[in-house]
């Protein structure tokens, strides 16, 4: 199987969460904050991973790959918070150390993928595994985070 399309929309995936929480520094997130869990969806077609037969783990191996993906998902979750502005919308707060933390965040799981020695489908399905261990706890604190200042001080 060839994985160079599947390696760009890794990194096309990644690229557009973290342009969607640029951009949500200086300007208003529309809406209720739905679209903050909605960015999950971008993850729906590495779920062809968890499918292919070819990827041969383990549950322990899975396990200790989702465990790692929770524990890289505390930073962003620390870095990333909302704010109401003087125009009385919801921001993300601007923190420098969220733009840090994602970069290098992505940088050392693809520095990672070059030590692991495996069969390329089994990596692949580990790494997709860590991605999901740490955006999906990310983004769901980070609607709760939204709600609570979103429904507080309401203008």
Not at 60 to 82: D, H, R
């Amino acid at each position: 199987m060839n994985y160079n399309p599947i390696l760009f929309i890794i990194i096309l995936v990644a690229a557009l969460i973290f342009y969607r929480q640029i951009i949500s520094m200086f300007k208003p997130i529309k809406g209720k904050g739905t679209r903050i869990i909605a960015t999950l969806f971008l993850l729906t077609p590495g779920y062809a991973l968890i499918m292919n037969p070819n990827a041969e783990v383990t549950p322990t191996e899975v396990t200790v790959a989702l465990l790692l993906g929770c524990v890289l998902s505390i930073p962003l979750i620390f870095t990333t918070g909302y704010e109401r502005r003087e125009d009385g919308r919801v921001y993300v707060k601007k923190s420098l150390a969220f733009v840090i933390l994602f970069v290098l965040l992505f940088a050392m799981r693809w520095t990672i993928r070059g030590f692991i020695d495996m069969d390329s489908d089994s990596r692949m399905l580990l790494f997709f595994v860590t991605a999901c261990g740490y955006l999906i706890p990310w983004k769901i604190s980070s609607y709760i985070k939204f709600r609570k200042v979103y429904i507080s001080n309401r203008v």
